[in-house]
Structure formats: C-alpha cells, structure tokens
C-alpha cells in the first residue's frame, strides 16, 4: 500500500523566550493510504505538532513531510482538521457552518445548488437531517461534534486530521461518536490520523498504532491492529484480542510513566 503522509527524520524544536523545547526528534514515519492511524503518547511528546506538520500550519525544523509525493511547503488544502473544539461560528446556522469550505478557497466557484447539495449529503452522514437551521448554540455537545466532522468531510479531503476530537465528552457520547466515525470512514477510501491519549479508543479504531516517547517525541512501537471490519464497538473491547494489543502496547507507553510522565 503506497504512502500518503511520509515525515522523513522529523525534527522540530519550538522556543518561547530563552527555553528551548524539543518537541520532535528525527521521526521516520509513512502513513499509508486510506488507513486508519492512531497516534498515542505522553503529554508534550509532539502528536499534534505531527498534525500540524502535515496539515502545512508549520514547518519541520529540519527534515522533510511529503503528502501525496510532494514536500509540504504551504498549508495543505488536501486535508481537514478537526480539533478537540468544534470552533463552530456561533453567529453561522449550522447548515452555513458546514458550507462554510465551500465558500472559500478552491470551492468558491461552486453553485448554490451544488453547495446546498452537498451540506445535506453531510448533514445526513452525521445523522443532523433536519438541524441546519439550527444554532450551535441550540445543539447539544455531541452534536456540535458532528456538525464539526460534517463541515471537515464536506468537500472531499484525501486526508482527515483528528487530535483528540473526543476527548472531553463522557464515555456514552464518545462511544455513539467513535461508531459514527468508523460508519462513515470505513469503506469511504480515505485516510485518517487520529491523535489520543486513550488507549482504548485507539485500538478501538486503527489498523495501525504509533506509540510515541516523552518529549522529544520519538517513534517507540508501531502495532498492527488485525481486529476485523466492522467494528462492533460495544463487543470487540471483551475480546481477547484485544486484551492481548492493550498489555503490549501499555509496555511500551509505560516506560514513560515509570519516568514520572503523565498521559493527557
């Protein structure tokens, strides 16, 4: 399977006054096409500043990010970010807040009719039929959640971005979430790099897991999660399986707490 992302040894140190932070540290990385990837490590040990490498919001400080066998030299409109806020625009319905790429940008030249087109198609795949003419302010949390996805699917990215998008919501909600995610990536062809600190939820989703070090980032461990698609995500966490990727991965994540580290 051929390559998407490619971070060739990586490394990228950010400075605030006179403390110098090494956030990365000569990370080799080939994300492959339409997979699933998690990434997961210590607080501070680069897995968003990898994001934002292959987003083009900055540049490595030495090494090279390629996307689609081109170095990333500016931001990279063949991806979508979703963070762990929605940063819908409260003063936008939500419908206008989805449509909001296709005003902007490359897509500014399409119809209107082609625009409401697509935003009901989102709409639909996230399960907000009948909400775009809502506020966010009238949505609930998980559902300001999937206008956020929505407005990220939108206009077709290869590549979809996600750092910690479920962090802050409780268990319920982020497991109704997790299943609308696999629902609508799997079978779609795209790829996707999630960034967690929740072990669970990455084996829960990837086909491949990264384990980072403590600051500065290294690679420690890449797993292979051969758990079968579709994922029942109620069932497949009392498999033995799964139980067998969690102790193994856990091993390599806690060498760093042994160290005093805290996961986020």
């Given at each position: 399977?051929?390559?998407i ?9 950010f400075f ?6 090494h ?6 990385l ?7 990837l998690?990434?997961?490590?210590p607080?501070?040990c680069?897995?968003?500043t990898?994001l934002?490498?292959a987003?083009?919001l900055m ?24 963070t762990?806020?929605d940063?819908?625009?409260?003063w ?12 902007v ?7 209107s009719?082609?625009?409401?087109s ?14 775009d003419?809502?506020?966010p302010?009238?949505?609930?949390g ?24 479920f962090?802050a ?5 982020k497991?109704?979430l ?5 629902k ?5 062809g ?6 967690t ?18 600051r500065p ?11 079968p698609?579709p ?6 966490r ?10 193994y ?11 005093g580290?805290?996961?986020?």
């Amino acid at each position: 399977m051929t390559a998407i992302v490619e971070f060739r040894n990586v490394s990228k140190v950010f400075f605030k006054g006179e403390t110098r932070m090494h956030a990365l540290r000569r990370v080799s990385l080939d994300v492959r096409r339409g997979e699933l990837l998690a990434i997961v490590g210590p607080s501070g040990c680069g897995k968003s500043t990898l994001l934002n490498l292959a987003a083009g919001l900055m540049e490595p400080g030495t090494g090279e990010v390629v996307y689609d066998g081109k170095p990333v030299k500016n931001v990279n409109t063949q991806v979508a970010y979703v963070t762990q806020k929605d940063n819908l625009l409260p003063w936008r319905t939500v419908g206008s807040n989805i449509a909001l790429p296709l005003e902007v940008g490359l897509h500014r030249g399409i119809t209107s009719h082609e625009r409401r087109s697509r935003t009901a198609k989102a709409l639909s795949m996230v399960g907000l039929e009948g909400f775009d003419r809502h506020y966010p302010s009238e949505l609930s949390g998980g559902m300001r959640k999937r206008a956020q996805l929505a407005r990220s699917l939108i206009y077709d990215p290869d590549t979809l971005l996600m750092d910690e998008p479920f962090g802050a919501l409780d268990a319920q909600l982020k497991l109704m979430l997790q299943s609308e995610l696999l629902k609508t990536w799997e079978g779609s062809g795209k790829t996707l790099i999630f960034v967690t600190h929740d072990l669970t939820e990455a084996i829960s989703l990837a086909d491949r897991i990264v384990v980072m070090s403590a600051r500065p980032g290294t690679i420690r461990q890449i797993a292979e999660i051969k758990l079968p698609r579709p994922r029942d995500l109620l069932t497949i966490r009392f498999s033995p399986q799964f139980g067998h990727y969690f102790e193994y991965l856990w091993q390599a994540l806690k060498q760093d707490f042994d160290k005093g580290e805290e996961m986020r």
